[in-house]
């Protein structure tokens, strides 16, 4: 399985640590999950890993460089760290949260993210906020 390692091991360790305040703790089963990181967030978590990291998707996800590219400070995301012990070690997004001010936004980051699993759009909280949340989800 060592073969099958493309950065050395344990290269996830500073993203990792970066995005602990969004995770419920210590890997379970090989597999962290985070939630809701801020946009300005995951761009450090990019700059924590090697470059070419931003190929990297989950399934149908974009890219993280593309999220990179497509975000902005309205973005959050979530996703799973694979931890070091594993050859398949890495950080994915599975999951992205936008909160949107407009039907033309919803259909443009929808077009974005046509290749999601679910879409689902929620009136902004709190209540009474101007907007919509969408959700946006890869299996």
Known sequence: MEGLRRFPRGYTAAAAEILRPYTLGDFSGGIQHFWSVP??????????????????????????GDILEMGNERWSVSGFIV?????DERISVDGIDVTVRSLQEVAEVLWLVSDADERNLYPAEPEGAEGWALHVWYN
Request: glycine share 0%; aromatic share 10%.
């Open 39 to 64: 946009f300005r967030v995951f761009q450090q978590v990019l700059a924590a890993l090697p470059a070419r990291c931003r190929e990297d998707s989950h399934n149908y996800a974009p890219a993280l």
């Open 83 to 87: 931890e070091p012990e594993r050859a």
